[in-house]
């Protein structure tokens, strides 16, 4: 079983930043991509950004292209998203998700970003 495990939500005023951990549990792991979601207050859950596990190859939604930067840790099982130039829109609860080619097998609890305007 795999646990992930979100932290570094928070407040912070629009251009601000903030930067979120994703720590993973587990006997084995090795997926093959990890990635960030967010759902807004009444939105459904959207994509943010993923990478591939041990090649690095990364996507971003084209929302937060130029102000996210998603990296990773592979010693500490961990992945990261820098949140830059937040915006009011930005608001979600960002969650951390481990999983396979057209699978997203593991989800975090959640970590709550809200930024002031």
């Known amino acids: 079983q795999v646990q992930l495990v979100e932290s570094g939500g928070g407040l912070v005023q629009a251009g601000g930043s903030l930067r979120l951990s994703c720590a993973a549990s587990?006997?084995?792991?090795?997926?093959?991509?990890m990635g960030w979601f967010r759902r807004a207050p009444g939105k459904e859950r959207e994509f943010v950004a993923r990478?591939?596990?041990?090649?690095?190859?990364?996507i971003y939604a084209d929302s937060v292209k130029g102000r996210f930067t998603i990296s990773k840790d592979n010693a500490k099982n961990t992945v990261y998203l820098a949140l830059n130039s937040l915006k009011a829109e930005d608001t979600a609860v960002y969650y951390c998700?481990?999983?396979?080619?057209?699978?997203?097998?593991?989800w975090g609890q959640g970590t709550q970003v809200t930024v002031s305007s």
């Open positions: 998700a481990a999983g396979r080619l057209g699978s997203w097998d593991y």
């Open positions: 990478i591939v596990w041990t090649a690095g190859t990364i």
């Open positions: 587990g006997r084995t792991f090795s997926p093959y991509f």
